[in-house]
């Protein structure tokens, strides 16, 4: 899983737990470079199909890197953070068991 690391850790928190779940760790980088150490850490690790990127907050060449690494790469985001939050939920419901889920809008 890759998150910016920039100002608020909101894309991060919300795939967390799908994250300690999975036992999958989060790579935090800038919004508009991969930083090297998590290119590097891709890069050894041959076991990792698929990218998963939170948020909206990265951008396009640094999903073109993440591309070039060979790997698959999707990004979980949406219009808001409580959108991104269900998306992401979306994403992962059949690998869990999901009894409740609630939003409160403020």
């Given at each position: 899983?890759?998150?910016?690391?920039?100002?608020?850790?909101?894309?991060?928190?919300?795939?967390?737990?799908?994250?300690?779940a999975?036992?999958?760790?989060?790579?935090?980088t800038?919004?508009?470079?991969?930083?090297?150490?998590?290119?590097?850490?891709?890069?050894?690790?041959?076991?990792?199909?698929?990218i998963?990127?939170?948020?909206?907050?990265?951008?396009?060449?640094?999903?073109?890197?993440?591309?070039?690494?060979?790997?698959?790469?999707?990004?979980?985001?949406?219009?808001?953070?409580?959108?991104?939050?269900?998306?992401?939920?979306?994403?992962?419901?059949?690998?869990?068991?999901?009894?409740?889920?609630?939003?409160?809008?403020?």
């Amino acid at each position: 899983i890759v998150a910016s690391g920039e100002n608020e850790p909101v894309d991060a928190a919300m795939i967390s737990a799908i994250s300690g779940a999975k036992n999958m760790p989060i790579l935090y980088t800038k919004k508009d470079s991969l930083v090297p150490s998590v290119k590097d850490y891709i890069k050894s690790n041959k076991n990792i199909n698929t990218i998963y990127v939170s948020g909206g907050l990265i951008t396009k060449n640094v999903i073109s890197e993440l591309e070039s690494l060979g790997r698959g790469v999707e990004v979980i985001s949406g219009k808001d953070r409580y959108i991104t939050n269900a998306n992401v939920l979306n994403k992962f419901q059949n690998k869990f068991k999901i009894i409740c889920i609630f939003l409160k809008y403020l």
